[in-house]
């Protein structure tokens, strides 16, 4: 199969519909919910007083930013206790996951640095408890200012998928390479397989420019 060689095209297609949405987008929306909620606790334990929490959470996200996430793919799976009762895949959304939140913690702090210094010192006029400041008059600030920040990470998680196939889940991309090495049909199913990216995340990145353009970005 060439790259415009459709004759294989009702057998490759389907195949590849299955990685990408029972894994690949799976994956992705998995990743994606707990990046956007332990982002957030991140960055809000970053913030604390208590330097016995403030200094471990900043070693730990700076840790994991500073290691490749194929690396921390691999040990995962490779610690036993984790990896057999939750099977590869979750172990891989859950690392996906982890991996982003580190960098969507620092969005988060940027937008908490953002809110203006008279919003904190009216909460306090006003007799607000910390909960409650954060809750009515810090995040809801913060969290609409980040969110085309967020979309963007969300798109790069999506883009990094691919990489689950290092601990053997059968995402879009593992589906591609092996059809093409049974076949011998690499450029075509690559081919297709590259088309489905672009088709799933190219929309969402026209609308998360809209958003950030909305916002005032």
Do not use: C
């Not at 994956?27 to 606790?41: D, M, R």
């Amino acid at each position: 199969m060439t790259m415009f060689d459709t004759s294989n095209l009702g057998e490759i297609l389907p195949l590849l519909l299955v990685g990408f949405f029972r894994y690949t987008l799976t994956a992705t929306l998995i990743g994606t919910g707990i990046g956007v909620v332990f982002g957030l606790v991140l960055a809000i334990l970053r913030r604390m007083h208590t330097r016995w929490v403030r200094v471990p959470v900043r070693a730990f996200v700076e840790f994991v930013r500073s290691t490749p996430l194929m690396v921390q793919l691999l040990f995962a799976t490779g610690v036993g206790f984790v990896a057999r009762p939750l099977g590869p895949f979750l172990v891989g959304s859950i690392v996906l996951g982890i991996h982003y939140a580190t960098y969507m913690s620092e969005v988060y702090r940027a937008g908490i640095d953002g809110v203006p210094k008279g919003q904190w010192e009216a909460a306090v006029a006003l007799s607000m408890s910390r909960r409650r400041t954060w809750q009515a008059v810090v995040l809801p600030q913060a969290v609409r200012n980040v969110l085309p920040a967020l979309g963007n990470y969300a798109i790069s998680m999506f883009k990094d998928t691919p990489y689950l196939s290092v601990i053997a889940v059968p995402e879009m991309v593992r589906v591609a390479e092996e059809y093409g090495g049974e076949h011998f049909a690499y450029t075509g199913t690559f081919t297709l397989a590259a088309i489905l990216f672009l088709l799933a995340s190219y929309p969402t990145s026209i609308l998360v420019r809209k958003l950030e353009t909305r916002l005032g970005h």
